[in-house]
């Protein structure tokens, strides 16, 4: 339930993160009806496997502490707060019938990296979490127990979280230092060249980190592999492979 509720999370993140690779890989920053679409449908399908992440996390958490009956309790709770926050109360409210369509016009300079910003600061906090949790975990006594090789790998997967944070950082730190908080062709290039990079040592940092939980869980290094390069597959498709496609297409 421990690994159901990782892949779920995985994915949900995957989901979450692939709009603004679409918005800097596809539409170059500007904003499109397109764009707009493609956000709303995935941040809708990343809250399901959220939802269901979060009630198997919560019951392997409680149980361990309150038994079985304890732990289903907490899970059914935040399940259908969940559920009921994030799609019900959603159903309940209602949906424009009509929606005015996005006039195409080109995205001001200034709109475009505030977005841009914006991204960057979607994606740290993610990444500032994991590289917490990373440190607390070399502090257990279970990270003791690990074979040497999946202590290698889970300092690998640090550096490669950390390096996502440094580099997700960049461009505020370019925009204030660099140029002085003034928008310029400039900057959007540097900056959007950043927030295209730092996702892919984020990827392989999970996947690496993957690599270690399956290991610890199930105690089968192939099962750890195949987690993996599995997950490295789905994040590297969600945010490259799928974008640079419908790039092409456009082209």
Same mark, same amino acid.
């Given at each position: 339930?421990?690994?159901?509720?990782?892949?779920?999370?995985?994915?949900?993140?995957?989901?979450?993160?692939?709009?603004?690779?679409?918005?800097?890989?596809?539409?170059?920053?500007?904003?499109?009806?397109?764009?707009?679409?493609?956000?709303?449908?995935?941040?809708?399908?990343?809250?399901?496997?959220?939802?269901?992440?979060?009630?198997?996390?919560?019951?392997?958490?409680?149980?361990?502490?309150?038994?079985?009956?304890?732990?289903?309790?907490?899970?059914?709770?935040?399940?259908?707060?969940?559920?009921?926050?994030?799609?019900?109360?959603?159903?309940?409210?209602?949906?424009?019938?009509?929606?005015?369509?996005?006039?195409?016009?080109?995205?001001?300079?200034?709109?475009?990296?505030?977005?841009?910003?914006?991204? *960057?600061?979607?994606? @740290?906090?993610?990444?500032? +979490? &994991?590289? !917490? $949790?990373?440190? #607390?975990?070399? %502090?257990?006594?279970?990270?003791?127990?690990?074979?040497?090789?999946?202590?290698?790998?889970?300092?690998?997967?640090?550096?490669?979280?950390?390096?996502?944070?440094?580099?997700?950082?960049?461009?505020?730190?370019?925009?204030?230092?660099?140029?002085?908080?003034?928008?310029?062709?400039?900057?959007?290039?540097?900056?959007?060249?950043?927030?295209?990079?730092?996702?892919?040592?984020?990827?392989?940092?999970?996947?690496?980190?993957?690599?270690?939980?399956?290991?610890?869980?199930?105690?089968?290094?192939?099962?750890? *592999?195949?987690?993996? @390069?599995?997950?490295?597959? +789905? &994040?590297? !498709? $969600?945010?490259? #492979?799928?974008? %640079?496609?419908?790039?092409?297409?456009?082209?």
């Amino acid at each position: 339930m421990s690994l159901a509720a990782l892949g779920l999370i995985v994915l949900s993140t995957g989901l979450l993160i692939a709009p603004s690779m679409q918005h800097r890989l596809v539409e170059t920053g500007q904003s499109t009806p397109r764009l707009i679409e493609m956000t709303n449908l995935l941040a809708s399908l990343a809250l399901l496997p959220l939802t269901i992440g979060l009630a198997f996390s919560a019951y392997v958490v409680t149980q361990r502490t309150f038994g079985p009956a304890w732990g289903a309790a907490f899970a059914s709770f935040f399940g259908c707060a969940a559920a009921f926050c994030w799609f019900g109360l959603e159903f309940i409210v209602g949906r424009r019938r009509e929606v005015e369509k996005m006039p195409s016009s080109p995205t001001p300079l200034k709109t475009r990296i505030e977005q841009l910003l914006t991204e *960057a600061r979607l994606i @740290i906090p993610g990444g500032q +979490a &994991l590289f !917490g $949790f990373q440190f #607390v975990a070399m %502090l257990t006594t279970g990270f003791d127990r690990l074979p040497e090789s999946a202590k290698i790998i889970h300092a690998a997967a640090l550096c490669l979280v950390g390096m996502n944070v440094i580099i997700m950082m960049t461009p505020a730190a370019l925009h204030r230092l660099s140029f002085g908080g003034e928008d310029s062709l400039r900057f959007l290039r540097l900056g959007s060249a950043f927030v295209i990079a730092g996702p892919a040592f984020l990827a392989a940092g999970i996947a690496a980190e993957t690599y270690v939980v399956f290991l610890k869980a199930l105690n089968s290094p192939p099962a750890a *592999a195949a987690a993996s @390069i599995g997950t490295l597959l +789905a &994040l590297g !498709g $969600f945010w490259y #492979v799928w974008p %640079l496609a419908l790039r092409s297409k456009q082209d």
